[in-house]
């Protein structure tokens, strides 16, 4: 290894309104530590990596650097793609590798979920059995929180947040105009856990408050039930505001939209196309014969920016500043983890969890989260969340009164290898 | 006419962030002029007039009608009910007159849209005629910007301002991931005209901002164009951001959708379901091949007080203090109208037009703020809209952190008339 060998720092998975900040706080640290050469970034993720797309991010402004921290989504760029198994192939590892000792990178910091903690712990893996040194540390990111070993994940404090607020306004809309508007739906992101879409019961503060039903992944979906649900609402406030996750799956485990789901064209007569809000509505104007509308954010509520989690924002950076520290003083094929403290305010600090087991974990709603009814939350899911979506985070307002985001000036670095992919 | 009459305020049709503030304006101008005994408020628009449900604004705190600039939707309640044509039927606007004698109301403030505009000259031309002295002002609001006779609408500024920004996050997100999450399609409102969707325009500031395409309803709608306009982009960027106006229309006028639209189950396998973004995520990932998603921000745009246009709540404001000091200089049958000064700095001051003149009017984009290829907005429409989005509006913030919105006491007016409806 150089004196000062450089190190690399990529993102990958969906995007969330402070991925940004987390790399930021690896990059600052990194910088302010005298201890490294140069910081680069992966064009795309592992998928720069493996093209050799790099670029040098200490050739950046240090105003550039500090503007992550207020861009949302993944400013380096990231990717889906799915590295094989090495016992299938060890390809894609054996390129990583030659890709950082030809540019003599010895620090691998990841920021993702479950699947990249999988890459960077095999990655790590593969470099120690070659001899290569290599530190690999993960940078826990998802709007999901599922990831195991970390109380809460990066990313989803800020979901949360607009989400929450999103169900607000639009419950105030549905309150407003429930004589011809009389359901709202609102989708939330979420295929397996439920947890954004719970968070949005938050701005169920009182009885008239949207969402009156919440429904979540965890809960194998029946649609009688739901029938059910809907009309007692209906019957006792005239209206009905539904929060549901995309990922709602009936007790086979299939999902109840239309490509795989369990109604098909006979029962409502059409072909099922589009998502969980697409049925939702069609059952309930069938069914209970009012009025539905629904609001699917989509894109948006993982890159809402402009209505992020202060805490979220901290925290984010605060587990990149630590990545750096931790690989510093000697930890590798380690993940940063959120720990919340025992103690009456909220507070939280920050562990390490070996990259093997948040691999392998994936943590759903917790039953006690749940309401019996299995159609809304508990106080204390409303206490686990309502922490992490405390604070306003600030971001650069243009003279036009509109957001600004930094992007990179993107200096590439010179390939060194034959063209892989 | 009592010495000290009543007045009546009522919202109609869609709600937005700012309808409220202007409803205040009209309250505490109309509280502080001492010329006023009691404001009532109608329950769900004109709908609590035909129903003698009336409540007692005056007798909520100061606190609570302050609030109102700070809460978005239709606090008084709103509705779609569509009175019959006095040709056809004066049944509800005898009820009308008959409840506003009943209470000693002599003043209705109206915030609506063109429609409501209609009701408001209407119910005050058969006042005049049945020698019931009543004075009918309206109070511009609609998101969609349509309304004929003044340069904006309240509301309008608001939705532009979430709608730019959505587009900003959403496209960060779409600018992160495009080697897997290739197109976006972000729907906004606007079924006849393409104001909400040409705001986002805003969010282009250079070649790789999105948005990249923006379809209009007032451009007839044609697939293959489209589908050259995405291919197109495709190659220059990897990626593809549209905001497509839900209300997209082919060149015979009919919505390019599902139960109207002009592309069948044969033309693409699928039963034709849902909006705008669903079919043409449909087309784009059959015809160009990437894969699409789409973001239907639903009610939320109407309703986000969270990023409401601070130039727009002060506007509205201005309006409703404006409909009373008209009232109470001998003005009737009139809507107060937004004018925009002829000055380097935007500047706007507030005028009169007769109900009838809006009531017969629609306002769509005009040629010149629509690009020559149709799929995008020019210069002019951006200087037109960005002052309108200007500054942040604020907003109450609980301890958690989320938007803290007022609710009316609802202290009842006691019924004096038989049941109508």
Redesign the interface.
């Known amino acids: 290894m150089a004196l000062k060998p450089n190190i690399i720092v990529a ?1 990958s998975g ?2 969330t309104a402070v991925i940004n900040s987390s790399v930021c706080g690896v990059i600052q640290q990194a910088i302010g530590s005298g201890k490294i050469n140069r910081v680069f970034g992966a064009n ?1 993720g592992i ?1 720069g990596v493996l093209t050799e797309d790099l670029f040098d991010i200490s050739a950046e402004s240090s105003e550039t650097i500090d503007a992550l921290k207020r ?5 380096i ?5 799915k590295l094989k198994s090495p016992d299938e192939s060890k390809a894609d590892y054996n390129r990583i590798i030659e890709v950082f000792k030809a540019h003599d990178i010895h620090y691998f910091f990841y920021a993702g979920g479950n699947d990249s903690m999988d890459t960077a712990d095999k990655v790590n893996n593969l470099a120690s059995d070659m001899g290569y040194e290599l530190v690999c540390i993960g940078v826990p990111k998802t709007i999901d929180n599922d990831l195991a070993c970390t109380d809460h994940c990066p990313g989803y404090g800020s979901v949360a ?1 607009y989400v ?3 169900a ?3 419950g ?6 429930y ?3 009389t359901c ?1 739906i ?1 989708e939330a992101m979420g295929r397996n856990a439920g947890w954004i879409a719970a968070a949005a019961g ?2 169920h503060r009182c009885r ?1 408050d949207a969402p009156h039903l919440i429904y979540l992944p965890e809960i194998a979906f029946s649609f009688e039930k739901f029938i059910a649900d809907v009309k007692e609402v209906y019957s006792q406030l005239g209206r009905v505001f539904i929060v549901a996750a995309e990922g709602l799956k009936d007790q086979n485990g299939q999902y109840i939209t239309a490509e795989t789901g369990s109604l098909g ?1 006979d029962s409502f007569g ?5 998502g969980v809000s ?1 049925i939702l509505k069609l059952v309930i104007e069938k069914e209970v014969g009012i009025k539905t ?8 509520q ?6 992020a ?1 202060l ?1 979220d924002v901290n925290e984010a950076y605060m587990c990149g500043k630590t990545a750096f520290k931790a690989a510093m003083e000697g930890q590798n094929g380690k993940m940063v983890t959120l720990i919340r403290q025992d103690s009456p305010e909220y507070n939280c600090t920050t562990g390490l969890a070996n990259l093997s087991d948040v691999a392998n974990g994936e943590k759903k709603l917790p039953a006690e989260f749940i309401n019996p009814a299995g159609n809304g939350v508990t106080d204390a899911m409303l206490d686990y969340v ?1 922490p992490l ?4 985070a600030p971001f650069d ?1 243009g003279p ?4 600004v ?1 930094m ?1 990179f000036e993107r200096v590439a670095i010179q390939k060194k290898l034959a063209k892989y992919i």
Chains 1, 2 share one sequence.
């Open positions: 993102q969906g995007p795309n998928l861009t949302p989504a993944a400013a760029g990231s990717c889906r793609y947040k929450a607020a999103s607000m306004n639009a105030r809309d549905n309150e407003a105009l004589t011809t508007d709202t609102l938050l701005a008239q064209t059409h072909a099922q196309l589009g697409e509308r629904f609001n699917k954010l989509g894109t948006n993982r890159s809402a920016m402009h209505f989690s805490t309502r979506v405390q604070g306003q307002i036009d009164g509109l957001p985001y992007r």
